[in-house]
């Protein structure tokens, strides 16, 4: 295997810390065109970072067509590669494949959506004020793409919670780091728009209001806009 330099990496940044190192080591030569990259083991190890964090990077530098995946062999540098043209990349990519998106989806209108509807009817003076307090964190960090993910994170746990569940409780507890991901890849790529804004506060005033339909309507509508902007960003990659 070829030895590399590597770079401390950011614990704020590693997923696009560790794609950036391996985009530096194609570009300058030190992994060559039709070159077999290191294993998924080798790289997790190289970096000192977890193997969701390279499967990510890996994952942006494929969707990028920067290497290509040969099944049971591995993944390889492609050839004929025009760097200026990769060095000019500004399309944002989605980490999460369709897979991960479309399984956190189903996850999301099979737990979530009852979620919503046993937080409408059970909600307590105590459980409103948790959501509003992380509707003001998001309002207040539009502008800072993972602080506004993490109190969109705390939004959807302050509903679950809402739910007094304690099955849908724990489980959102137990995968709120791939939770949190998934919020903040949609968030990272699609931006944090008007509309998501304002389906987030239709939600919380619907909760408020004891409002079943309504809350339950407005998280619907978001999660298809949702699917129909990936969707289109997956066509123009």
Partial sequence: MIKVMIQSIPKNNIVDSVYEQMLSKILDGSWPEESKLPSEFEL?????????????AV???????????????GSFVSKNLNKNKILNIN?????????????????RQTVEFKCIELAAINANEQDILAI???????LINKNDYKKYS??????HIAIIEASHNKIFINIIHTIKDVYYYYLEELNRVLGITLESIEAHIKVFMAIKEHDVITAKLSLDNAMKTNVVAINKLKEEV
């Fill in 91 to 107: 399309q944002p990519i989605m980490h999460l494949s369709q897979e991960e998106f479309t399984d956190m989806m189903v996850f």
């Fill in 44 to 56: 997790t190890d190289l970096f000192s970072v977890s193997r969701t964090s390279i499967r990510s």
């Fill in 132 to 138: 509003e307090e992380a509707l003001n964190r998001m």
């Fill in 150 to 155: 993490q109190a969109d994170l705390d939004f």
């Fill in 59 to 73: 994952q942006k530098l494929r969707d990028l067509g920067i290497i290509y995946t040969k099944h049971g062999m």
